[in-house]
């Protein structure tokens, strides 16, 4: 069921994706003829009911479609990002410090968990430095974008006090300070945990807020994104043209390409000098678990086939692979952390933000905290893509647009990153069931 909704969704971000590049040429092709033939102002008018900012200053009469059904969007995606990564990384944290059954096994998961997240994230910081000093992520339309400084233009050393906030509500009814909701959620998570049974009742409320976290997700990506999209990318081409898509098409090819090199070199590295064992029968034997993670788009959908596969045919112990797999699930988000870093580059430069060696180690922190929060649940990759942008002040309208950009296009990538986040826990279960000698290296072998 889960795999056919996943593959129903592709469908209708497929369809809203090609309808709106086909509305989009056909606006630019409108424009470009009516503004030659000396009808500006008839473009004038097409351009005030469908695709005018009816929040600019003299826009007073305008009605802006479009721009309504768009913003709706990007608000609704707004108001979920504080519960959610509140609620998301507080029943994380409870789970992660719960290292009295496990012990050592609890704290090598982690680390190596953690170990191979900042190899994914430094990994990511180089391609996307590349790329960036290469010009492919600087749009046409740079030079009418006054470069701006975000977050990181004053004194950096300010979201060190910005973490902690002066005041728990205000930190609750501000998107931008991103920072210091995760500090409430890690603050709040050690505690739960360390009082234990006396936070039981809490901690059934914030599971049964994550369920509907994750429902009003699911109404939002599944039900309302194609229309928004198809709305944000036709009007994307009216007011910028396709100039502002050559960055987008670099954006998708960088991914893709870092996600590849990543799955096929990495984690058999990892195997390799982690677990001594040859990655050949690993690799062999995680392609069916990488290719259900890629349709489904859901880590949470791959896991029964995951830890199947691990204990069965890889010879991982069942006490690693249950404790493993399902933290991994939550926590362990290489694939993600990758595609993030490469966005919150890509939205940076395309909208006309100054990158800095700074910026991008703030950005690698920023993803390494949201990676941590993201549900296992498809687009929520790239809905906690907006933590970062908020976290980072990347927030004018250009970087709306870009940001409106990768929603569209975001669904093949995001399928990757599933396939990548899934191989990860495996291979983490396998370097941990080796190091405590609970791995059956003849099932591996075999």
């Excluded at 200053?57 to 990564?85: C, D, H, K, R, W």
């Excluded at 991982?316 to 993030?340: C, K, R, W, Y």
């Amino acid at each position: 069921m889960k795999e056919s909704s996943g593959k129903q969704l592709a469908k209708k971000m497929l369809i809203a994706l090609v309808c709106g590049l086909v509305a989009g040429f056909g606006c630019i092709l409108l424009r470009e003829h009516l503004n030659s033939s000396g009808q500006a102002d008839l473009w004038k008018t097409i351009n005030n009911i469908f695709f005018q900012d009816i929040s600019a200053e003299g826009a007073t009469s305008a009605v802006g479609i479009f721009y309504i059904i768009g913003q709706v969007f990007v608000n609704s995606l707004q108001l979920i990002i504080v519960p959610m990564v509140f609620v998301s990384i507080t029943l994380a944290i409870c789970t992660i410090t719960d290292t009295k059954k496990l012990g050592r096994i609890s704290s090598k998961t982690i680390f190596t968990f953690l170990k191979t997240t900042v190899c994914a994230l430094i990994f990511a910081g180089v391609i996307g430095f590349v790329v960036y000093h290469l010009g492919f992520f600087n749009s046409v339309d740079a030079g009418n974008i006054s470069v701006q400084e975000g977050t990181t233009g004053s004194n950096p050393l300010n979201i060190i006090v910005s973490i902690v906030p002066n005041n728990f509500i205000n930190a609750f009814t501000n998107n931008g300070n991103v920072l210091a909701i995760v500090f409430l959620a890690v603050v709040t998570g050690l505690s739960m945990n360390a009082l234990e049974d006396q936070t039981k009742t809490l901690k059934k409320l914030f599971e049964e807020v994550s369920k509907i976290i994750s429902l009003f997700l699911t109404f939002v990506i599944n039900k309302f994104a194609p229309y928004a999209i198809f709305c944000l990318l036709t009007r994307t081409f009216a007011i910028y043209g396709i100039d502002s898509l050559k960055p987008a098409l670099a954006y998708v090819v960088t991914v893709i390409i870092a996600l590849f090199v990543y799955l096929f070199c990495a984690y058999p590295i990892y195997l390799v000098t982690m677990a001594r064992v040859n990655p050949k029968p690993f690799m062999k034997k995680a392609a069916k678990v990488a290719l259900f993670g890629f349709s489904t788009s859901s880590s949470a959908a791959t896991l029964p086939l995951n830890k199947k596969t691990t204990t069965e045919e890889l010879g991982v112990s069942d006490q690693i692979a249950s404790f493993v797999l399902p933290l991994g699930m939550t926590i362990n988000m290489d694939g993600t952390a990758i595609m993030q870093v490469i966005a919150a580059m890509f939205v940076a430069v395309s909208s006309g933000y100054k990158v800095t060696f700074m910026s991008m180690a703030i950005i690698a922190v920023l993803a390494l905290i949201a990676s941590i929060g993201t549900p296992a649940a498809p687009g929520a990759g790239a809905v906690i893509l907006f933590t970062i942008l908020t976290g980072m002040g990347y927030t004018n309208d250009a970087a709306l647009l870009a940001y409106s950009l990768i929603l569209a296009i975001n669904r093949p990538i995001e399928m990757l990153v599933t396939s990548l986040n899934v191989v990860g826990d495996a291979s983490t279960s396998v370097i941990v069931a080796k190091k405590e000698n609970m791995l059956d290296e003849e099932i591996y072998h075999r």
